[in-house]
Every structure is written in C-alpha cells, then in structure tokens.
C-alpha cells in the first residue's frame, strides 16, 4: 500500500539521533537518553480516568489532522537469533562435503546480522490528506505542528542529526521530508463495505477473454490444418497476459480512495453523536410516542450532526462528558436534564 492511501497520508520518518561525539554541551549523556526523556515527559492523551485527572493534554491533539501519531527510538535492529539447522542433513553434507556446492554449516562461525552506526527517532503518523497540495498535505501539517507545539518538537527534535538550522515550520517540514521513507504497509480501517475499485474489477472478464482467445486460435488452426501457425497462440497469449499482469499491478498501486466522512472532523462528530445518542436513548426510555418524538426533535436541534465543526468531541480524550465540556441537555421524564 502507498503513503497515501484512502484519503489519509501514512507518514514514516526515520530521523537521525546525535551520537555523543555529535553533541554539544551533552557532556557524558548520551542524546538518545536525553531524547527518551524528552519523550517520557511529552503529555499522552487524555484516554484513562488517570491522564484526566492530570489535566494535561497532548500536544498533537492540538492539530484537527492528526488520527495518530507516535514516537520511539530505535537502537539496534532485533537480533532474531541463529538460522535454524538441521543436525542430521548438516551431518550428511559433513560427509558429502567431497561434492561440488555440497558444504555444511559451521555453526561456530557467527553469522552476519545488521548494525546501526547510531540510534533512530521513529515519527509515524496517519493525517488527513490534501490532495490539492503537491505532497499532499505533509508539509502544510508539519508548519501547522511547528505552529501549535514549537515548544516540544524544539525539545524532541534537538537531539537528533542536522536539527540546528530550524527556525521555522517551512524549516521544520523541510526537515522532516528529508527523514520521509515510503509508508508500504498502511492501516485503514474506515472503509466498511468495499472500495469503488473502478477499472480493477475487469480482470476477471480479461483473463476469461485472454482464454477464449486462445482456444478459437487452436480451434482455428486445427481446423484449417495449420499447425505451422500453433506457436503464435502462446506467444500471443503469453504477450496478453504480461500486459493483464501489468495493468493489474499499475491498478493496484493506486490509492483507495477516500471512504465517506473519514477525515478527523467527521471522526470526532461521529464519536461525539454516538456517545451522546447513547444517553438519548437512556433517557428516552418510558416515554410515548409523541414525547419521544419531540425529545428526539430537541436532542437534534442541540447536538446538530449535519455540523462536523461544533458541537463536538474535543480531540485527544475518549469521552464527550462535564470532564471536557458543558454537555446538551437531554429531557427525560423523572430525571430532567441528563
């Protein structure tokens, strides 16, 4: 799958952490240190009854593009350990080791594994597109980060290789499109029935089609007794499926398109409208026809669903309740205001 995918960009970015000898005024401490504790005080979400309690909130739920986003370092690759051998065929090339490219495994020899010269950030994120921009919005949503968080991507990103020369969001986007690697396994679970493919749904009747003709070529030729023109059938048909193949992986490179109100506005107001119509349907319990109908008239006049701007759920939290906000008022009988 590409980096952009389904109306969202699946950013990757693998930027270069200081090695001691690269840092200035660090003294001893090693910067991927100094960064993971950068890292361990960068307020999380407010998504368990403890990070409510402690008031404070994220910074990238300050941006209205962000779905996810998240930060690690990278030291060394895992080791997976030693390729597996089997002792008795190992055995058996021991004695056949006379045969040419016959050689058995000597498992005292250490087997190569990767090294990295220095430690790794890891930003991954997933951000609402904009296709009427050239890379599609990863610019204009990294100057917005630097706009609303300058503080702690200064903090983060001071540790880390060629960060000096910042001074701005067009800087900082610059600098982290040098870090950008291609995003080739994506997640996007807002697609709930199946794609408007287009085009893609004409490989079956092509490779039904590519077949018949290869039959009526053989049919043909057996016919009229030309068996001299036999080989131009799987020439043919060889050349027609390369062409099927490669038009197949051409559709398949392209983006799903974009799956109806995914972006975070309409994410937030679905949240925001389900928990809310969760309460609803509480309240509304034993009342009539015509009271129910008229409570349900109020609630959609409060909540407004057709408004993905306000009222909403606030980013960065999981529940819409008096904790972030002053909650619509829900009649029921016996209970007023819920």
């Known amino acids: 799958m590409p980096t952009r995918d389904g109306g969202h960009v699946f950013l990757t970015c693998l930027v270069p952490?200081?090695?001691?000898?690269?840092?200035?005024?660090?003294?001893?401490?090693?910067?991927?240190?100094?960064?993971?504790?950068?890292?361990?005080?960068?307020?999380?979400?407010?998504?368990?009854?403890?990070?409510?309690?402690?008031?404070?909130?994220?910074?990238?739920?300050?941006?209205?593009?962000?779905?996810?986003?998240?930060?690690?370092?990278?030291?060394?690759?895992?080791?997976n350990g030693r390729r597996p051998t089997d002792p008795v065929v190992n055995a058996v090339k021991g004695l056949l080791g006379f045969l040419p490219g016959v050689k058995p495994r000597d498992i005292g020899v250490p087997e190569p594994h990767d090294v990295l010269s220095r430690p790794w950030l890891v930003l991954a994120a997933d951000i609402d597109a904009r296709d009427g921009e050239a890379d599609h919005?990863?610019?204009?949503?990294?100057?917005?980060?630097?706009?609303?968080?300058?503080?702690?991507?200064?903090?983060?990103?001071?540790?880390?290789?060629?960060?000096?020369g910042v001074?701005?969001?067009?800087?900082?986007?610059?600098?982290?499109?040098?870090?950008?690697?291609?995003t080739t396994m994506s997640f996007n679970d807002y697609w709930d029935g199946r794609p408007p493919l287009g085009d893609a749904g004409l490989a079956g009747p092509l490779v039904l089609a590519l077949a018949a003709v290869a039959g009526a070529g053989w049919l043909v030729?057996?016919?009229?007794?030309?068996?001299?023109?036999?080989?131009?059938?799987?020439?043919?048909?060889?050349?027609?499926?390369?062409?099927?193949?490669?038009?197949?992986?051409?559709?398949?490179?392209?983006?799903?398109?974009?799956?109806?109100d995914s972006d975070l506005p309409a994410i937030l107001k679905a949240l925001f409208v389900q928990q809310w119509f969760a309460l609803f349907v509480e309240g509304a319990?034993?009342?009539?026809?015509?009271?129910?109908?008229?409570?349900?008239?109020?609630?959609?006049?409060?909540?407004?669903?057709?408004?993905?701007?306000a009222p909403t759920q606030p980013p960065g939290v999981v529940r819409s309740d008096l904790v972030f906000q002053e909650p619509p008022a829900i009649e029921a009988p016996g209970r007023g205001a819920a």
């Open 17 to 79: 952490v200081k090695r001691v000898d690269e840092a200035a005024g660090d003294g001893a401490v090693p910067p991927s240190h100094a960064l993971r504790e950068e890292l361990a005080r960068l307020p999380v979400a407010q998504q368990s009854v403890a990070t409510e309690a402690a008031g404070q909130q994220s910074p990238f739920a300050r941006c209205r593009r962000t779905h996810f986003l998240r930060l690690f370092v990278i030291d060394q690759p895992m080791f």
């Open 137 to 164: 919005g990863v610019a204009s949503w990294a100057e917005g980060l630097w706009r609303d968080s300058r503080e702690e991507m200064a903090a983060i990103f001071r540790h880390c290789f060629g960060f000096e």
């Open 167 to 182: 001074a701005d969001g067009a800087g900082f986007a610059r600098f982290l499109a040098r870090c950008q690697v291609e």
């Open 221 to 260: 030729a057996t016919l009229l007794g030309a068996w001299h023109l036999l080989w131009a059938v799987p020439l043919a048909l060889g050349l027609a499926g390369w062409a099927v193949i490669s038009w197949l992986g051409a559709v398949g490179a392209r983006p799903f398109p974009p799956a109806p």
């Open 285 to 309: 319990q034993g009342m009539d026809a015509a009271g129910r109908h008229a409570a349900f008239g109020r609630f959609v006049a409060t909540i407004r669903p057709e408004d993905v701007v």
